[in-house]
């Protein structure tokens, strides 16, 4: 499973650190999709030395709209 993330977290710091988003201002997919995939990273240790992407996810996992579909589908990682 971990060979499929993003093995240079730097790309997503850079993408995030003016954004607030992915892609800019505005919250899209790319962001929800990319919030599954960073928490994976989180819990696996692989986001310690990239606080933007660290930032980032913790404010996806704020947003009202995530939280609705965890309590719909449950946790993003074990």
Known sequence: LLGGL???WQHVA????????LLGGQLTLADMQM???AAIAASSGMLEKHPHVR???TKLMKL?????ALEKGGPMTN
């Open 64 to 68: 009202p709209a995530l939280q609705r």
């Open 35 to 37: 919030s599954y995939i």
């Open 14 to 21: 850079n993408a995030v650190t003016p954004g607030p988003y």
């Open 6 to 8: 993003p093995r240079d």
């Open 55 to 57: 930032g980032y996810l």
